[in-house]
């Protein structure tokens, strides 16, 4: 079946870390996209891609890291500069990002990062 | 700038009664919009989307929505709520022109009791 894959399910960050969160889409999707949920905030824009090599900001780039070497995967840094990292991040994709696009986005399971 | 409003954080319905969730937006131009369902330590589940046309939007598990231009409002609706529909609820918004990134609410949480 097609779908989005993210791992680990729970990970663990020590101070001063980085950790890499993995995004792997088997949609033929072009867009992929990270979200961060925290309770009561609804998803916040990370990064976002539209091709490969490519990628975009979204709102709370700011301690984050992001590659796009190839069109299905996406992977996510969590820098030591991110000083509350504490979260659910979401990965998600779509067969294009263009304003024109209707189509909806694919969601992955997630991944639960906490602090040590 | 666009956004998106679900002023409820909490909504509690009696299984069988009929449910509204709601969600207002602003976006420059038309608007695309989404709906969304999030269950306990899940990915988020598309539900249905209203892109242009009818104003009643029909979407998966028996949810619809209508949209209202003059109010810039998308309210989810289900005729008859059901305890499996006890879940986490997001709207969304994109402008059809331009090409920036969807924005969700900050969601409702939907709490059906038997």
């Known amino acids: 079946d097609g779908g989005i894959t993210q791992s680990p399910k729970y990970l663990f960050r020590k101070e001063g870390q980085n950790v890499t969160l993995s995004c792997e889409q088997n949609l033929n999707h072009d867009a992929m996209y990270w979200y961060r949920q925290d309770p009561g905030q609804g998803l916040r824009l990370i990064y976002y891609?539209?091709?490969?090599?490519?990628?975009q900001k979204g709102d709370i780039a700011e301690g984050y890291s992001v590659s796009r070497e190839k069109k299905e995967s996406f992977p996510l840094t969590v820098t030591s500069a991110q000083k509350n990292p504490t979260a659910f991040y979401l990965c998600a994709s779509s067969i294009d990002a263009r304003a024109t696009s209707i189509q909806p986005q694919h969601f992955g399971d997630g991944t639960r990062l906490s602090i040590l | 700038a666009q956004s998106v409003a679900q002023p409820e954080d909490q909504v509690n319905v009696a299984e069988g009664n009929p449910l509204t969730v709601k969600c207002t937006y602003s976006v420059s131009g038309n608007p695309y919009l989404f709906w969304y369902v999030q269950y306990p330590n899940r990915g988020l589940q598309f539900l249905l989307k209203?892109?242009?046309?009818?104003?009643l939007v029909k979407g998966s598990y028996g949810f619809e929505a209508e949209f209202n231009k003059s109010q810039t409002s998308f309210h989810l609706k289900k005729p008859s709520a059901l305890v499996s529909d006890s879940a986490l609820y997001f709207c969304?918004?994109?402008?059809?022109?331009?090409?920036?990134?969807?924005?969700f609410g900050k969601g409702t949480r939907l709490s059906v009791i038997a």
């Open positions: 209203y892109i242009t046309g009818d104003n």
């Open positions: 891609s539209q091709i490969v090599n490519d990628f």
């Open positions: 969304a918004v994109r402008s059809s022109s331009g090409n920036t990134p969807l924005v």
